[in-house]
């Protein structure tokens, strides 16, 4: 278990997208092996600016505009970091990753498996995720949890510009290949202080945001926001609810969300993705085998429903609403 | 209506000019003697039980040893699966061949000290390779390597968006990269006709802006002239270039195939009068650079060569279970720690 807080001489306010600019910047500068490449990203600084001034910077080098074609910036990154470099690549959008999926699945998670070590794949896939900022049609879609089933695949999703910029430096480190998911309705929701040092956040811990002894709330990416102000609306009644922010669905960090669920006995898990495989199933599985004896209502699960994420004229009917997740944590309440 | 084409036709044999290294043609012909050898052999450990399936090369000699020759110390291979004299010249031994078609990651395990020891291993799904060997490419010309990438593939492979993506960005970045395509006519049992429209593969570089070379896959000195040509380009940074090798499948696609089911023995016969090994030997005969003598000796030693291999791969300790999971990641995260445990305890330990 991790604080959230990290305690730093220098910690400047930043938005979770710059944020992640400040890692990569950061990144690059310590270490010659990193390039950045995707769409958009060199001159256009990203269509989320994630990459803004990073090709003036660093020169178009390390800051390659491809051709548009998902599936070859993801080949390309897998040929790249076999033999040594540390590409990150921007899919433009979560939408559009699929083109890329035979290239994570078949090859970056299992090159350093296949050949018994010899060869490694630390590359980095970055790529924004989620709804509720009215975009196009399939520019919305939550499918983290058809990654977390690949075994040698990480999956990190960041939930605050703090865990934005610890996470993908270590991400960046990671000798492993790692897909950063990134909560694009948080890129410019607020600035906060972030801790800009060489301490890395770890990879296979999730971070505890509140601690409250009747209910767990365990949520990652841009509903760590609806779980947090659940929360407050929770304890106005008296309700104290622990605050679970995943951050890493793979490797998942067991230990920490068995033990929320044995302190408090109640758990709601919250995710925008559809409900039925999606990852709640995973740690509800974990928790019914490991913390049965310890709970006292059933698993909750406030997710989305079980249809393609709908174009934005109703995607806040499809949003879970911070009144859902009350509700879920007072039925397992009065269970 | 290609009238500033890049593609050409190139075919050397059986006009050998006197120029030639006949040294260079006598060991590529002597390495196309070997691998025809062990895949023969390989087919029959697989039919008896000792292999898994097999992809064999046979008719696609030239080809492979063609690119082996080719190939220099610090340049890149990155094959699809066809390639076994391409590996074994890179210096993957025989029996780790052996030992990849075993079934057994550690045939992937190149030896270190090699050309092949940052080679990729076969790739399987097909086409995928190719983006990868693109980003090799970029490695090395962003590293300023004097260093050429080639990739080889399949005339199916063709037909997927990777070899056009591929073959796009090298020409936009100008990348260091050959992609090789052995034209063997069949797809399993899919023949060219209905693969593309095209009038060649060859010509598909020009979408990309790139050179493209046609080259009769089944004539080695004409191999060597057209990936010298084109890796030596790559080298020197003059961009990238596809190699259209016509060859013909003289096997099943795999031991798991059956090509009587949809090609006709008349075919077959007439493409083995075609066949690349036959034919350099008989140039080299006929040229007094090759005697029946060296012939037995050199098959001798062929024989003796892939049954030491044989001999070696079935020796081999059975691989540790618990390396399925602790290759996987370069630390194994604790979360995996209790199914190491399950597989340790159910696997038998060695023996499982």
Known sequence: MHSAQRDSQVAI????????????????????????LGEDIATNGG??????????????????DTPLAENLIAGMSVGMASQGLKPVAEIQFMGFIYAALEQLISH????RNRTRGRLSCPLVIRAPFGGGIHAPEHHSESTEALFAHVPGLRVVIPSSPARAYGLLRAAIACPDPVLFLEPKRLYRLQRLPVAIDDEPLPLD????????????????????????????????????????????????????????????GRVVIVHEAPFTGGFGAEIAATLASDALMHLRAPIERVTGYDTPMPYFAMEQQYMPRVERIVAAAKRCMAY | MFSSAPYTMHERLPSLDSNSDWSRLIQAY???????????????????????TYASCLGAEAITVGAGLSLENHDYFVPYYRDHATQYLRGVPLYQILQYWGGDERGNAFPAQTPAVRDLPNCVPIASQLTQAAGIATKAKLCHESAAVLATCGDGATSRGDFYESLNVAG????????MVNNNQWAISVPGRLQT????????????????IRVDGNDLPAMLDVLDYALDKARHGKGATLVEAVSYRLSDHTTADDASRYRKASELHAAWQREPVARL??????????????????QTHCQQEVDKAVQTYLQQPPQVPTDMLDYLYETLPESLQAQRTVLSEHAGGRHA
Do not use: Y
């Open chain 1, 13 to 36: 306010p930043l938005n979770l997208v710059e944020a992640i600019n400040r890692a990569l910047r950061q990144a690059m500068e310590d270490d010659d092996s990193v390039v950045l």
């Open chain 1, 47 to 64: 269509v989320f600016r994630a990459t803004e001034g990073l090709k003036e910077h660093f020169g178009l080098r390390r800051v390659m």
């Open chain 1, 108 to 111: 970056a998670a299992r090159l």
């Open chain 1, 205 to 264: 811990r999730c971070f505890t945001l509140r601690a409250g002894e009747d209910v767990s709330l365990i949520s990652w990416g841009a509903m760590i926001h609806e779980t947090l102000a659940a929360a407050d609306q929770l304890a106005e009644d008296g309700i104290k609810a622990d605050v679970i922010d995943v951050a890493t669905l793979n490797p998942l960090d067991r230990d920490t969300l068995i033990a929320t669920a044995g302190k408090t």
């Open chain 2, 30 to 52: 002597q390495a196309m003697a070997l691998i025809r050898c062990f895949d023969k052999k390989a087919v029959n450990l697989q039919r008896t039980g000792q292999l898994g």
């Open chain 2, 172 to 179: 936009v970045w100008q990348l260091p990269l050959v992609v």
């Open chain 2, 197 to 212: 429209a095209s009038q060649s593969i060859a010509h598909k570089a020009e979408a990309a802006g790139i050179e493209g």
């Open chain 2, 281 to 298: 030997r008989q140039a080299l005969v006929d040229a007094g650079h090759w005697q029946a003598d060296q012939e037995k000796q050199w």
